[in-house]
């Protein structure tokens, strides 16, 4: 059977720790001589992520590493999300779509939410646009209310880069995205008990 990708996230053992980064594209110049510097920031705004397993016997461990296998290095993307943040900490009601084309940037304009909610998104939480292989996952910057009709402006981060379409739906539980490998080479390690030991990292794929 051919390898569809994004791949989802093996279920046999859950993530055992996981570090998220935030990766901005930003040239910073600074003085030797008076230590005064200046800033400059490009578009380049990106996931980055180091996953540790659990300990494993072979059975459980058989799956991650074909499941690796399966990416080939840098070639294959999944779909991931922060575990812990797979509920909102706002209380996200409603059925929420993108209000308006032609949106990009920090900024998105979305209805559809319940009425009138102060905190409807918190600062922290997450949005998804797209999905599988569209799928990209950004996190709310500020805390969000909903006014009377059920409109919301998020500001997010990283900056949305292709415009999604309006009325496109925006998932608020359960959020992914896109990511790749951030290398070529995948490996794990065997104890003495016969425990798996593995890990890997990845990077925001894309397009």
Do not use: C
Not at 73 to 83: H, L, R, V
Request: aromatic residues 8%; without cysteine; negative net charge.
């Amino acid at each position: 059977m051919a390898i569809s990708y994004p791949l989802a996230l093996p279920t046999v053992t859950q993530i055992r720790n996981i570090s998220f980064r935030q990766i901005n594209a930003v040239a910073y110049e600074q003085s030797p001589f008076t230590f005064a510097g200046q800033a400059q920031a490009g578009a380049g705004q990106m996931w980055g992520a180091d996953m540790m397993l659990p300990p494993m016997r072979r059975t459980e461990a058989a799956v991650w590493v074909a499941w690796l296998t399966s990416l080939r290095g840098q070639f294959g993307t999944f779909t991931m999300g922060d575990q812990m943040g797979a509920t909102a900490i706002g209380s996200a009601g409603g059925s929420p779509v993108v209000k308006g084309a032609s949106q990009t940037g920090q900024d998105l304009n979305i209805d559809g939410a319940t009425v009138s909610q102060t905190g409807w998104l918190k600062a922290g939480d997450y949005i998804q646009l797209g999905s599988a292989a569209t799928a990209t996952l950004h996190q709310v910057l500020a805390d969000a209310d909903s006014d009377g009709s059920g409109n919301v402006t998020l500001t997010v981060w990283p900056s949305i880069r292709t415009s999604p379409l309006d009325d496109a739906t925006v998932t608020v539980v359960n959020t992914v995205g896109r990511w790749r490998l951030s290398g070529n080479e995948t490996g794990w390690s065997v104890s003495e008990a016969s425990l798996y030991g593995i890990s890997f990292s990845a990077i925001e794929a894309i397009s």
